[in-house]
């Protein structure tokens, strides 16, 4: 059974960081792509970043996260990361990793529909 748990979020003050973790058992991802989505209370869940097979690979940021976001990945420990730093209060939500399992295009990773697996979340708040 495919479990991806992710762990890493709390309460922040504005301008700050944190670094998100995403642990997958299961199953390796190694050869497919992961994801972060956001959620924030009554809106819809959003991508926020993608990452391709390898640490060479692709990637792909929401343009309100880009330069501030950055998404890497362990493939030894199946894990994928997303350090979040310059953090603003319309970043707080619960954020969300994904796996992808088979086919894709680099388009559908922006995509919630097109990711086979889901953590739980975890909370982010940014205080102003």
């Known amino acids: 059974q495919v479990q991806l748990v992710e762990s890493g979020g709390g309460l922040v003050q504005a301008g700050g960081s944190l670094r998100l973790s995403c642990a997958a058992s299961?199953?390796?991802?190694?050869?497919?792509?992961m994801g972060w989505f956001r959620q924030a209370p009554g809106k819809e869940r959003e991508f926020v970043a993608a990452?391709?097979?390898?640490?060479?690979?692709?990637?792909y940021y929401a343009d309100s996260v880009k330069g501030r976001f950055t998404i890497s990945r362990d493939n030894a420990k199946n894990t994928v990361y997303l350090q979040m730093n310059s953090l603003k209060p319309e970043d707080t939500a619960v954020y969300y990793c994904?796996?992808?399992?088979?086919?894709?295009?680099?388009?559908?990773?922006?995509?919630?529909?097109?990711?086979?697996?889901w953590g739980q979340g975890t909370q982010v708040t940014v205080s102003s």
């Open positions: 994904a796996g992808v399992m088979g086919s894709y295009s680099d388009y559908s990773l922006t995509s919630p529909n097109r990711y086979d697996y």
């Open positions: 299961g199953r390796t991802f190694s050869s497919y792509p």
């Open positions: 990452k391709k097979w390898s640490d060479g690979g692709n990637t």
